[in-house]
């Protein structure tokens, strides 16, 4: 990872962070950008910036102020609950969709006029894609679309090569407005059922997306890293 340059969006928080740390650990030189305010505690040795990846300007504006860069990862996507489809408001799907796919999508646009084709770019899935589950509708149809997205641009930005990371169960932000208490007690109970025992961490992510800039024949894949939860 010397000599190289990693943006990460999503990278000030949960999964995105440990990946922009991981990242800096092996030598990257790192720009961490998110649509929140940069935390008191990030490392002082990252550069931050602003981005909101729902909008067309604001990705323009990141890119162009980065400039040339090696790999790119996303890891930001929307903070939405379940419903079934007869409760469902399609206008928050279509808002998640917007933050999750097209995000992804608009990011990996503007990327292509300031990344090494000799990179990568990774997204990020979840493992409800391929595990269907009522009222996980939304969820579901907008994680699929992102690995087939994946799958279809690593062969038409090739030599550029694009994969995916597949979460499961981690312990972030993303589970919403709860106590640390009540946070533990969810990952206990979410980490009894599967073969692992235990919820994943940031951490344990971010060595996934680390393997996918660093090995050069990877690209089209979908890296599952859910502790055993498509079993």
Known sequence: MKDTTVVVIGGLSGIGRAVA???AAAGARVIAA????TPADFPTSMATAHVDIGDDASVVRLFD???AFDHLVVTAGPVIGSARLADLAIE????AFNVKFFGQ???AQQALRHINRAGSITLTSGLLARKAAPGALVKATMNAATEIMAKTLAKELAPLRVNVVSPGMVETGMWGDLSEAE???MAAR?????PVGR????ADLAQAYLMLMQNGFMTGSVVDVDGGGLL
């Open 21 to 23: 740390e991981q990242a």
């Open 34 to 37: 998110g649509r929140r305010a």
């Open 65 to 67: 102020g980065i400039g």
């Open 92 to 95: 928050d799907a279509i808002a």
């Open 105 to 107: 999508m608009r990011v």
């Open 183 to 185: 946070r533990k007690a």
């Open 190 to 194: 979410a980490g009894a059922n599967l």
């Open 199 to 202: 919820v994943g961490q940031g």
